[in-house]
């Protein structure tokens, strides 16, 4: 799979900083869709025991959302805003990757106004989706 951009490249394409960044590639980019991933470290604040837990998990799919604002922004060569989690519904986690699982997440805009997106996102492990639901997020004002 093609790289956009990878680890310092995203790191500048949104607004969380280390130790709390849970995005370090971006695949694609398009109006409607993103992919990204993340490499699980064994030194990343959500693994415990060699596990990805899901609050990471979790906080990585919403930096998907993120990383998808912050490369339109960037496109438009303004900053990176910072944006909340405003709810998740419908989420499944069938199963928690282990250090070194490469997780890849296809983030699918459903509805994009005024600040606020409302997105689908599954994420998978080898191909195998992992996780799945839906995520609103809010811009800061």
Known sequence: MEVLAHNQAVQDLIPQKFPFVMVDTLFSFSESELISGLRVSDDNIFTVDGVFRESGLIEHMAQSVALHTGYQFFLKQEAAPTGYIGSVSSL????LPEVGDEIVTK????????GITMVEIASSVNGSEIAKGQMKTVLAS
């Open 107 to 114: 983030v699918a805009i459903l509805q994009e106004f005024g």
């Open 92 to 95: 499944t986690i069938s199963e």
